[in-house]
């Protein structure tokens, strides 16, 4: 298969809970040879900036994206947006309240894990995050670094993720309303992981949750994902075929908070074509010429 234009339309800088830098991260991709990288940091586009610099430098396409998690049980719900107009002031208002969210969230995860015994400050946890966004993964890597825990994974069984003794749930947003926020900035919504909406046991509610996003905005399904099984891929595939819905793909890529996971891999053989790039820009132009 050629690797002409490869796409990664996942990813996540130190602006929000990923090791690399902007620069870095498209450095990186330069490298393996990634022509194409959308950075899509939770909650924020204060990253976007800087890599479409590096992305000019170093003759690489950088598209503007974003995470946004919204409400959903019994997983976990995230949308993507791609290009979105990050200096739109719809998008800017909507960022700015999700930010209050996380930062009311976080002395609340420290108080919990003080009572449970853990002598941890938020001081400490900012220090990790590098004055960035400050997300779990930098609660995980103190618990670490003091022993607490012996890595990550077991700071999130054991604490963090939800049902545990720490989590503390910050999602306040409907689907609707990301979805909407996206379209208003231009973007193209799209769900990411469908895995992780642990929805798979139960078939008829998951096309029924598509259907309703669908109804909301949603333009397309990451199909590819370094999460999702190649049997799994071919099950979100036949949902986007059936629904003419756009199938995208992304690694997820963290850098060293989740070391398993490589820039540009989602499965193995798997590559994303620029025509999915060439596809979402047409249904902006529709769009617009509507
Ligand atoms: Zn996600
Ligand atoms: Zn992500």
Redesign the pocket.
Known sequence: MSNARRCDL?T?TTHSDGTLTPTELVELARARGISCLAV?DHDTLSGIEEAQDAGNRLGLEVISGI?ISVMFEPGTL?ILGYFVDRNSAKIRECLAQLQEARSRRNPRIVERLRADGLDISLHEVEAESGGGQIGRPHFAQVMVKKGYVKDADEAFQKYLARGASAYVDKRTLASRAAIQMIEESGGIAVL?HPKQLQLDSDPKRFEDEIRRLVSEGLKGIEVYSSCQSKKEAARYRKTAVELNLLMTGGS?FHGAVRPAVQLGWMGDGVTIPYETVDQMKHIILERKLR
């Open positions: 996942h996540h899509t995470e995230h990411a997820d």
